[in-house]
């Protein structure tokens, strides 16, 4: 992690931050979802600010976790208090599986800021590969009936949030820009395609499965 930017202290509390979020999964979640294994994912963003992002997936959706300050010292319980403690930012949402299929389910994050030349605003892709490659990822995740249209310079990715509303993401080679359900719209550097998709399998899962 020191070659993404991250000094050794922050290196060491962002290994405990995940080591804290699977443990998190495997002792909540992972009794009441036993065939769906917890996964760790991680990814890097430049919106708000550059960040490396460590996510943790489960199949429970009954469980989340606690927002409500806890007592460090408390023998069971620290997980969360010590992620809040450690990190820049975190948060829980809706969220699919990526290893089995697009199961639903939640993604517990956390994130820690990155001060080095990585991940670069100005980084571009073709915007071919890039819609072909958030297409696959979705589709990966369960979201059917995504398509990609390609154009001169610019690619159009659609995807279904529910059977009456779709989301069209915008990729020009340098930049993706997309209008949400609640009509906000976004504009960011196509380095943030893996977080981008992230957003869009939440507002999924908030509108087809009634989650928070």
Known sequence: MTTLGLDRDTTDDAV??????????????????PTVPPELWLWARVTPRPQLLISVFDACRSSWPDTTPGDLLDDHGRGISIVAL???????HPSRSICTGGIPGKAVWTAFPLKGTWPDARTTAPPMLAARHMAAM???????????????????????????????????????????????????????????????????????????
Do not use: F, K
């Open 86 to 92: 450690l990190a820049e930012a975190w948060g829980a």
């Open 138 to 212: 979705l589709t990966a995740r369960g979201v059917m009936n995504t398509t990609h249209r390609h154009g001169r310079g610019v690619s159009l990715v659609t995807v279904p949030i529910n059977t009456t509303e779709e989301v069209n993401i915008w990729i020009e080679p340098s930049h993706l820009s997309y209008t949400t359900p609640t009509g906000t719209r976004h504009r960011r550097p196509i380095i943030d395609l893996q977080d981008t998709t992230e957003i869009l399998v939440c507002h999924i899962g908030q509108s087809r499965e009634g989650d928070r």
């Open 16 to 33: 405990l931050a995940a080591s804290e979020l699977a443990t998190n999964a495997l002792t909540h979640a992972g009794s009441s979802t």
